[in-house]
């Protein structure tokens, strides 16, 4: 005999289950960056060119992730894992050449900020979160949009890691709170 619901439910997702899938949607797809049947004629640019393009949004988000963690320190603990997986992402895309999981912050933050201007950063720990969280947001639901234009492989990529980055939208809103 199944338990009534508690009164006290919340609505949406738990966190349990946000970590949970997003990391099993990420190993049911795997952040490869090949596609397993191929270009296809009328396609194979399309796709080219979402992938490129996915791998520089990858890119860009993980600077900005580089210039809050320089902005504010005390955040490096919490951030360091999602700009990790940030660039994994741009790494399966195809890109993750501006910056590496094993590179400094420091570092990242200055190699790229002349091909680039470095975001801005609010002056406290919630407004630079809150603006991480938009960024991710922002991101995920471009990449989700983007779906129907790309061919399997690249669809399952591209919503893996969309799904991902609404992990990274939870866990920099309520999550860690």
Excluded: W
């Excluded at 400094?104 to 680039?116: D, E, G, L, R």
């Amino acid at each position: 005999m199944p338990f009534p619901p508690s009164p006290r439910t919340r609505s949406g997702p738990r966190r349990r289950s946000l970590l949970a899938a997003a990391p099993a949607a990420l190993a049911l797809t795997g952040c490869t960056g090949g596609d397993s049947g191929g270009p296809t004629a009328d396609g194979g640019a399309a796709a080219d060119r979402a992938r490129a393009r996915a791998a520089r949004d990858s890119e860009g988000l993980a600077e900005r992730y580089d210039a809050v963690i320089a902005a504010r320190p005390g955040l490096a603990d919490r951030l360091r894992p999602l700009r990790e997986e940030v660039v994994r992402h741009a790494q399966a895309f195809g890109g993750g050449r501006k910056a590496s999981p094993s590179a400094s912050p420091s570092a990242s933050v200055s190699a790229s900020a002349s091909p680039s201007p470095s975001p801005s950063v609010p002056g406290n720990d919630k407004d630079a979160l809150a603006g991480l969280a938009a960024a991710e947001r922002e991101l995920a639901d471009r990449r989700v949009r983007a779906l129907g234009g790309v061919p399997g492989e690249l669809a399952r990529l591209l919503a893996s890691v969309a799904a991902a980055g609404a992990a990274h939208v939870y866990l920099l809103t309520e999550g860690g709170a």
